[in-house]
């Protein structure tokens, strides 16, 4: 592609510059610039030596990663294996992992939690606190308000950022796991968790707004680049488009919803029930869009194509339309738990203040009706097929996702500890997401990289673990470029961002100029890189080096003796590069594609092989439910066609699963014409298809008659034909039907060796070839099956005996041969290729089990890459955005969101009737004193009522709880950072002074 040829122009460039940078400080002596490139804390970049090699060393470093990930996707050592799932083995390793991380429990932050009565917390009035902490025994819940607040830090809270990362990392586990293996039994599970990570974009980025108040175009920016930078990139050198990573424009475009709703009107965002009447017409916004089909989701996404491409098989605008349909209520209910947090914690440090029994009962109350929401959710919904479920996990997804979040949080202990293992997987989420599609698997997540053939656990470790190392170092580097580009300042912001842009283009000019005058190779893209590396080396030199060496040590400048070592290094190091790939290139395998029409040479080049079939998940179902026994040593095995390796590398031949037939095929028709053994061909592509029976003996099917089905949406005939002149007749009615068919599979000659005189025959073969050609003049491709091996001691007839022996069947085999008529079909499918080795097994001399047919059929499949185009199908009309509109289950979601909104409650009102029971307040009762400590500290406008005064006078300690702690450090995940609980402001600087309103 075009693309990656410019990305191998850019960062080929930076390489020679880098390189020759690099042998420039060691000639001369001088290491501080070598040395700055190490530093792990980013500085803005500036005009000077030291600034601008570390720039380079950090994008050479990236450069690699992703020739890295393109060498793995386009010329791997060995062919991408298949996806195959194993059920034991899947949830063996999901298991594996929660026994591993209860090793790596951790107490949060190192901070130990208070949990001595007499540590709890009383405020003036605190009647019940004070009987607590004298021992008094537990009085029944009075009617005035309880006052005793159980401490609280950001290590211990709801939703500690330690917590979140356990939530993301094991989430993300299991989302890798289920597309390694193509778990599709567990795709409803992974849909809620993409939703918790959809719903986590709201919480953090409300907690980031409300907090911060910074609306900046440099957060905005900053943002961006997060969620952004590495995808860019990976589109610009893999050829893809950003529709194949949904995740990054879904949480793009629900950060943006958040930002522009926080921005708006943001004096509102400190006002009780302003902020809530905003968030309110948002969400009539999200009903209106995506809940009624008014055509405002089109309106709205106007510019989106609707032509097919690469990750939006039906256009943008579908795609786009059915992911962000998805989730979208999921952001938005986070920002309504983010609103409501600072009440949330304190009512249930308050219930936690309680007697032991009080808040037992209490706590049950609130997890009882979340219990009872989560079982009919189990039950009902979640049960559904993978389509209808799609239907519906925008409107259910959340009650799992509040469920969890309760039960997590429901007792301080469980709180205040998290599993280090999760946490640290969580830290990388976007990137792991992202590089999942080219370096754990490949083929845009469709296939899995093969460093170790043969030995699928092995390789699994030993991928698994490059593939975590580079996600880590991608992260790092992300955030380092950012440090570096993209700093607290607008002006250096958009200046770097133009430089890049002006860089890309730069790259992609040279890239279409070298296509367009047809020279585009390894040593032209080689021969530009060094040239523009070598121009960008001497620029730097000229305008830095003096400078730079004049800092250092007087030796330095000896390094100017010899300017051209530096630039011969930075192109050796390219060229040396460049070599390796091409002999990676031409050592290795190729990337999986629609084979070229050059591999049908070798589609009947393969024999039958020995799998051992048993494995240990067989092995345990068949002893318990059949009572069989036995050790490895008692598998049976059985034999299955496969290809040898041809020296072509892009004749890689695969066995096609009914998925791939059905979108190769889907929409066109397949006609079969011959005899039986072109039948039984027939029936076993229906097998492939779905139809499990086709062929199955039965002796009220009438054998010698045509046959029509449709399958998956392919139109499949066979017509009866058994002799040269028959085929040629019904081979000229396919023709002049209305709609030409995909292809043609035609057979025969077995029934003119018993049934025709020579004279007729031959006639019979001349007029086929005529018709034949004719197929091929109309662009219709026909293929031509050569009659199986005869196994003639099984012949059951001396009519068969004597004329239709495997020697006499050669005959007729050379006859076609040599008369034309294989030379006039588009494919030839070799019968005795994929029989001869079965013969034995031919119970009437002619006929094979079904398994043998469907070793001929998959050779069919593989040629039908080139024998049948690829087919523009226009958008299915009920592929329309406003397709998964539920007026019902959105105006349900409308009413429960005002519920949250109106009633302050973080439970979506789980939790106002046990508040007002036990602690004599509504969680909207509880705003003020919530609120206020929030904004005390962080210096946001006074919240007016009683209990804030109250907390004003008597504001005696600082463990009140902190919603600083839902802010994120610049660390990564799938939810934008800043997203993710940190620790108090009191013990991580803000890194902006906020300022009121």
């Not at 390189?19 to 420039?24: E, L, S, T």
């Not at 009440?343 to 308050?350: A, H, Y």
């Amino acid at each position: 592609a075009t693309s990656s040829v410019a990305a191998a122009i850019l960062f080929g460039s930076v390489g020679v510059a880098c390189a020759g940078m690099y042998v420039r400080c060691n000639v001369a002596g001088d290491v501080r610039a070598i040395n700055a490139a190490y530093n792990p804390r980013a500085s803005p970049l500036t005009f000077s030596y030291a600034s601008v090699y570390t720039l380079f060393h950090h994008i050479t470093v990236f450069g690699a990663i992703l020739l890295f990930a393109y060498m793995a996707e386009f010329h791997p050592p060995y062919p991408h294996s298949e996806k195959s799932y194993d059920r034991d083995q899947f949830f063996f390793l999901t298991f594996l992992l929660i026994f591993a991380a209860c090793f790596t429990v951790r107490r949060n932050g190192g901070v130990t939690f208070l949990k001595d009565k007499d540590k709890v917390k009383k405020v003036k009035g605190g009647n019940e606190a004070a009987k607590l902490v004298d021992g008094a025994p537990p009085s029944p819940p009075s009617r005035e308000p309880v006052s005793a607040t159980a401490p609280a830090s950001p290590h211990n809270d709801v939703l500690s950022r330690d917590q979140t990362e356990e939530w993301k990392g094991w989430m993300q586990f299991m989302f890798l796991l289920y597309h390694y293996y193509h778990a599709e039994e567990v795709y409803n599970s992974i849909r809620i968790m993409i939703t918790c990570y959809v719903w986590m974009t709201g919480f953090g980025n409300f907690s980031f707004f409300y907090l911060k108040q910074d609306y900046s175009a440099v957060r905005v920016l900053q943002m961006l680049w997060r969620l952004n930078f590495l995808v860019f990139f990976l589109c610009l050198s893999q050829g893809t488009t950003y529709i194949l990573y949904y995740i990054c424009p879904l949480h793009t475009f629900f950060f943006g919803m958040v930002y522009v709703s926080m921005s708006t009107m943001r004096s509102l965002n400190y006002s009780k029930y302003g902020l809530r009447i905003k968030l309110a017409c948002l969400a009539f916004f999200i009903f209106l869009t995506w809940d009624v089909d008014t055509g405002l989701f089109q309106l709205l996404h106007f510019f989106l194509g609707r032509t097919p491409q690469l990750g939006a098989g039906v256009g943008v605008m579908w795609e786009w339309y059915f992911r962000s349909t998805l989730d979208h209520w999921s952001t938005f209910l986070g920002m309504i738990f983010a609103a409501n947090f600072p009440i949330t914690s304190l009512l249930g440090r308050r219930l936690e203040a309680l007697p032991p029994a009080q808040h037992f009962i209490a706590k049950a109350a609130i997890g009882a009706p979340l219990l009872v929401a989560s079982y009919y959710w189990a039950t009902g919904p979640f049960l559904q097929g993978k389509f209808d479920y799609n239907a519906t996990n925008c409107y259910y997804g959340f009650v799992p996702l509040i469920t969890y979040i309760y039960f997590r949080n429901i007792h301080p202990t469980l709180r205040s500890y998290s599993l280090n293992m999760l946490h640290e997987i969580g830290k990388t989420t976007l990137e792991t997401y992202l590089m999942q599609h080219h370096i754990w698997l490949t083929s845009n997540a469709k296939s899995l990289l093969t460093l170790v053939p043969g030995w699928p656990k092995v390789n699994f470790l030993v991928v698994t673990a490059i593939y975590f190392f580079v996600s880590r170092r991608l992260y790092k580097l992300t955030l380092y470029l950012r440090g570096m580009l993209m700093p607290d300042n607008v002006g250096t912001c958009l200046r770097s961002l133009a430089a890049i842009l002006g860089a890309v283009m730069a790259s992609y000019c040279a890239a279409v100029t070298l296509d367009f005058t047809g020279v585009v190779s390894l040593i032209s893209i080689c021969v530009v890189a060094v040239c523009g590396g070598t121009a960008l080396h001497i620029y730097i030199h000229t305008k830095t080096w003096k400078t730079h060496v004049s800092k250092g040590s007087p030796e330095a400048a000896a390094g100017e003796a010899n300017n051209m070592l530096p630039l011969v290094a930075g192109a050796a190091c390219l060229v040396f590069l460049a070599g390796g790939c091409r002999a990676a290139a031409l050592g290795g395998a190729g990337k999986v594609a629609a084979l070229p029409k050059e591999c049908g040479d070798f589609a009947n080049d393969g024999q039958w092989v020995q799998v051992n079939t048993c494995n240990e998940f067989q092995r345990g179902v068949v002893q318990i439910d059949y009572g069989v026994r036995g050790d490895l040593s008692d598998c049976g095995g059985r034999s299955v066609w496969g290809w040898n390796v041809p020296d072509d590398k892009r004749c890689r031949f695969v066995q096609r699963n009914a998925k791939s037939v059905k979108t190769a095929l889907a929409g066109g028709q397949v006609v079969f014409v011959g005899d039986s053994l072109t039948r039984n061909v027939y029936h076993a592509l229906c097998r492939v298809l779905g139809d499990t029976g086709a062929g199955a003996y039965s002796t009220d099917v009438e054998p010698h008659t045509d046959i029509t089905k449709e399958l998956a949406g392919v139109h499949l005939e066979f017509r009866w034909a058994p002799l040269a002149s028959e085929q040629a007749t019904r081979l000229a009615e396919v023709l002049k039907q209305r709609a030409a068919p995909d292809a043609i599979v035609m057979g025969g000659g077995l029934w003119d060796t018993l049934h025709s005189e020579k004279d007729i025959h031959e006639a019979g073969i001349k007029n086929l070839i005529k018709e034949m050609r004719a197929a091929d003049k109309a662009g219709v491709p026909v293929v031509w099956q050569v009659p199986t091996t005869i196994n003639d001691p099984a012949l059951n007839s001396e009519k068969k005996r004597g004329n239709m022996t495997e020697r006499e069947v050669q005959k007729v085999r050379d006859i076609y041969k040599a008369k034309g008529v294989l030379s006039s079909a588009r494919f030839v499918l070799d019968g005795p290729s994929f029989t001869s080795k079965r013969a034995a097994e031919s119970y009437d001399g002619v006929h094979y089990p079904a398994y043998v047919y469907d070793a001929g059929v998959q050779i069919l499949l593989n040629a039908f890459d080139w024998l049948v185009p690829e087919k523009y199908l226009p958008p299915n009309s009920q592929n329309e955005p406003g397709k998964n509109a539920n007026v019902f289950l959105g105006a349900m979601m409308l009413a429960l969101s005002f519920v949250g909104l109106f009633f302050f409650d973080g439970y979506f009102g789980a939790s106002v009737l046990v508040s007002k029971i036990f602690l004599g307040q509504t969680p909207s009762e509880l705003y003020a004193e919530a609120l206020a400590p929030v904004h005390e500290k962080h210096g946001l406008p006074a919240v007016a009522g009683e209990a804030a005064a109250v907390f004003k006078k008597n504001n005696e300690t600082d463990e009140d709880v902190e919603m600083s702690g839902l802010l994120l450090k610049d660390n990564d995940c799938l939810v934008p950072d800043h997203t993710k609980p940190t620790p108090s402001l009191s013990e991580e600087p803000l890194r902006k002074e906020t300022r009121a309103h």
